[in-house]
């Protein structure tokens, strides 16, 4: 089975501190995501990766980088964290491998900006 | 143009009851539309999906109906039981950089009660 795994379940920070928040993917996938979940908005795409040191911008990059040194590790880091930070942050990968389209998520990180 | 819309935000069903979640998309280039599945405290995994060469999909209880033509696709969930209480989130793809990029629903929270 596929396993992705995220670093912290929950994250307490202050306001302006920098964040690590990891993911880390068993089954050499290429592709690495990081979403962010809040109510009413569903998923909404931070970063994406789909090789080693490749990252390209999501739909809501402000405020966050991305670091990907090794194929099954994708770093999300919050330079400056701020309280409208504050959310439920997912990590997905996937592989298009045999046509697979499927991505797998890790369970989550609910981070709290104080 | 890379929406896709949920609808209802809410749903309460009774035990065997029919749930029915619509989403609606605009971008004609989306050629992927999966259904995920995320339990309190899980991250979503993978329920059904389809492409857009059938209008119809089912796997179990679980199908998927597909309007090209109206960029309109649906979850039916037949003889709704309590364990499928959980948020469900349509999504749509199309693919980029060799990449799966998803763009999701809102989200719909379903409740099924005995």
């Known amino acids: 089975d596929v396993k992705v795994t995220q670093s912290s379940r929950y994250l307490v920070k202050r306001t302006g501190e920098k964040v690590f928040l990891e993911c880390v993917q068993d089954?050499?996938?290429?592709?690495m995501f990081w979403y962010r979940q809040d109510p009413g908005l569903g998923l909404r795409l931070i970063y994406f990766s789909y090789d080693v040191k490749m990252k390209e911008k999501g739909d809501i990059p402000e405020g966050y980088s991305v670091s990907r040194e090794k194929k099954e590790r994708f770093s999300l880091i919050l330079e400056s964290a701020s309280t409208n930070q504050t959310s439920m942050y997912l990590c997905a990968s996937s592989s298009l491998d045999r046509g697979q389209r499927e991505q797998y998520f890790g369970p989550g990180t609910r981070l709290t900006v104080t | 143009q890379q929406q896709v819309k949920q609808s209802p935000q809410s749903l309460i069903v009774q035990k065997g009851g029919i749930s029915i979640i619509n989403c609606a998309y605009e971008n004609t280039a989306f050629d992927y539309f999966p259904w995920y599945q995320q339990f309190p405290g899980k991250g979503p995994a993978l329920l059904i999906a389809?492409?857009?060469?059938?209008s119809e999909k089912k796997e179990g209880r679980f199908t998927i109906s597909f309007n090209k033509s109206a960029k309109q696709f649906s979850l039916h969930i037949m003889d709704s039981q309590p364990g499928d209480s959980a948020t469900y989130f349509c999504?749509?793809?199309?693919?980029?950089?060799?990449?799966?990029?998803?763009?999701f629903g809102t989200g719909t929270r379903l409740q099924v009660f005995p």
């Open positions: 089954m050499d996938h290429e592709n």
């Open positions: 389809i492409r857009p060469d059938v």
């Open positions: 999504a749509a793809s199309g693919l980029s950089y060799n990449t799966d990029k998803l763009i």
